[in-house]
């Protein structure tokens, strides 16, 4: 079983910065790509970030040039640095852990419990 767990966010003002973590563990056999979703209320799910193995990113347009997303393959964490944050950034910050795990050799999708970003002065 792949566990993932997030560390990080919290309350911060708009122009502020913060970052979150993500740590997989457990039985892996090989992580492909790790990244960050966020839900805000009423809202759907939406990709915010990912990166694969080999260290390519991806960004939504909307935090493009703000946020960065890095990755330590041999830690199994990845991270999510905030700049120049926004209310509408306010969210639930999901990880998302594209990974086979070591005992049925199966990929699978894996997801933390999400943790609170929110924006507001």
């Known amino acids: 079983q792949v566990h993932v767990v997030e560390s990080g966010g919290g309350l911060v003002h708009p122009g502020g910065s913060l970052r979150v973590s993500c740590a997989a563990s457990g039985g892996i056999f090989k992580i492909y790509t790790m990244g960050w979703y966020r839900q805000a209320p009423g809202k759907q799910r939406e990709l915010v970030a990912n990166?694969?193995?080999?260290?390519?990113?991806n960004y939504a347009d909307s935090v493009k040039g703000r946020f960065t997303i890095s990755r330590d393959n041999a830690k199994n964490t990845v991270h999510l640095q905030m700049n120049s944050l926004k209310p509408e950034d306010t969210a639930v910050y999901y990880c998302?852990?594209?990974?086979?795990?070591?005992?049925?050799?199966?990929?699978?999708?894996?997801w933390g419990q999400g943790t609170q970003v929110t924006v507001s002065s």
């Open positions: 998302n852990v594209m990974a086979v795990d070591s005992i049925y050799i199966s990929p699978g999708d894996y």
């Open positions: 990166i694969t193995s080999a260290g390519t990113v």
